[in-house]
């Protein structure tokens, strides 16, 4: 019995162990995220897997499992790296115009809806649309038209260009190191860099 109470008490403190309260997402939702035994600090950028998805976040603060409600927290994936960190700043930027496009399509449809902004997560396959007030039903129809606008925009973009094919050939070799806009560490992202260490 005494061994089984010792076991519980150190079940308890693992579980309080590395509890962070997360900031994610544009709407800035502050979520509680399990870490285990990473020990991670104020201002560092974490790739977690959160309700919505795999998401990049900002660590604020640890906190006490009493102030969390039980099995909400969010899985530690791993801290985010620079690759992540360029891959984020260019899905931000391009989703500032594809939003417009996508805004450019309601209008065309007579849509009194304004769309605020798209938000991508950095797994690259989830979207949320975010309206002003709840979108109407008509709008609501045209979901998956303003998912196929977005990501005809974001394919037509020179990033897309260097996801799939790098700088061009001879990308990663040591004639040709790296793309201007970021080096090598944008190849890394499409596993495309064919630099030898």
Known sequence: MIN???????????????????????????????AGLVALSRGDQIICRTSRGVEMGTVL????????EAGTASKFIRKSRPEDELLWRQLTTLSVEAS??????????????VLLEVEPLIDGRT?????????????????QELSEIYQKSVASSRFAALLEHGCGPGCGTKEKSGCATGGC??????GGCTSKK
């Open 4 to 34: 089984a109470v010792a076991s519980n008490e150190t079940q308890n403190q693992n579980e309080s162990q590395g509890l962070y309260l997360v900031r994610v997402g544009y709407q800035q939702d502050v979520i509680p995220v399990q």
């Open 61 to 68: 603060t640890t906190t006490q499992p009493e102030y969390i």
């Open 127 to 143: 979207l949320y649309f975010h309206f002003l007030g709840t979108p109407s039903l008509k709008t609501e129809e045209y979901v």
């Open 185 to 190: 560490a944008v190849c890394a992202i499409a």
């Open 100 to 113: 417009h496009a996508c805004q450019a399509f309601l209008d065309n449809q007579n849509t009194p809806d």
